[in-house]
């Protein structure tokens, strides 16, 4: 009769498969933004929404406020991304120092995993701007702040 090897003993094989993270995410989605070179550079509304949705008590104020200023120039004044890029460059040259504003609990209802879910081209893009739009819509409590900045910083009404 065969030895039988303790239950401890024998080996089970068993497929891992890891979940990538929103960064990973993330990083797919900048793969397909930045192969567009699109003229309106929807990469910049993308960077973004994702650099608001996930800030956190370690993020610089200055990336917290540039991903907003981004969002408010986008969603409500219809900034293309090459526009945003301009302003940042502009508050960037005008201001050194930055309060970061309040983190929201809830950062929007749609999420990186989202936006790739929907096929490359209109579809996908359009889903990039209601990302915006949510992420905006979670942030609201900010709006006069930042709209205040850049009346203030660029004169932009």
């Not at 993308?46 to 008590?57: G, L, P, S, T």
């Not at 609990?105 to 995993?113: D, K, L, T």
């Not at 893009?125 to 942030?139: G, L, N, R, T």
């Amino acid at each position: 009769m065969p030895a039988v090897e303790p239950a401890s003993l024998r080996t089970i094989t068993v497929s891992q498969t890891t979940m990538p993270s929103e960064l990973d995410l993330f990083h797919e989605l900048s793969f397909y933004t930045i192969a567009k070179r699109d003229p309106e550079f929807i990469h910049q509304h993308a960077v973004d929404a994702f650099a608001a949705q996930v800030a956190d008590a370690n993020t610089k104020p200055i990336a917290l406020v540039f991903a907003l200023v981004g969002l408010y120039l986008q969603v409500e004044k219809q900034f293309t991304g090459k526009q945003v890029q301009r302003a940042h460059m502009q508050l960037a040259n005008r201001r050194k120092v930055w309060t970061s504003p309040a983190l929201p609990e809830n950062r929007g209802s749609i999420r990186v995993a989202d936006v790739l879910s929907e096929p490359a081209g209109t579809a996908r893009d359009v889903k990039i701007h209601e990302w915006c739009a949510s992420v905006w819509e979670a942030f609201r409590a900010s709006r006069a702040e930042i709209a205040q900045l850049l009346t203030s910083e660029l004169d932009i009404h």
